[in-house]
Nanobody, 123 residues
Framework: QVQLVESGGGLVQAGGSLRLACAAS????????AGWFRQAPGKEREFVAA???????YYPESVKGRFTISRDNAKNTVDLQMNSLKPEDTAVYYC?????????????????WGQGTQVTVSS
């Protein structure tokens, strides 16, 4: 049984940083693509970051230069370092993994999901 568990969310002031972690059981991250998405109240789930099997990473313009996705094969985790946070980054953040080795920006193309962790950025 595959399980993804996010941690590290919380409340932070604008300009601050948070590091989210996604721990997996029942699958390994080192041979597949993984990503982070977020969803704010009343909005659709939004792509935040992705990493593929070769550690190639991809970000939308809204977070590029502020967020960094990384993988730790020894720990079997995928982390999201978030710097220079803005109030508009407030959302529930979800970790996701694909059966494929290649990343996607579309949430429907991910096969496994965590339960989400709340990130709140105050102004």
């Amino acid at each position: 049984q595959v399980q993804l568990v996010e941690s590290g969310g919380g409340l932070v002031q604008a300009g601050g940083s948070l590091r989210l972690a996604c721990a997996a059981s029942g699958l390994t991250f080192n041979n597949r693509a993984a990503g982070w998405f977020r969803q704010a109240p009343g909005k659709e789930r939004e792509f935040v970051a992705a990493i593929n099997w070769s550690d190639y990473t991809y970000y939308p313009e809204s977070v590029k230069g502020r967020f960094t996705i990384s993988r730790d094969n020894a720990k079997n985790t995928v982390d999201l370092q978030m710097n220079s946070l803005k109030p508009e980054d407030t959302a529930v953040y979800y970790c996701a993994a694909r059966k494929s080795t290649y990343y996607s920006t579309k949430y429907l193309e991910y096969d496994y999901w965590g339960q989400g962790t709340q990130v709140t950025v105050s102004s």
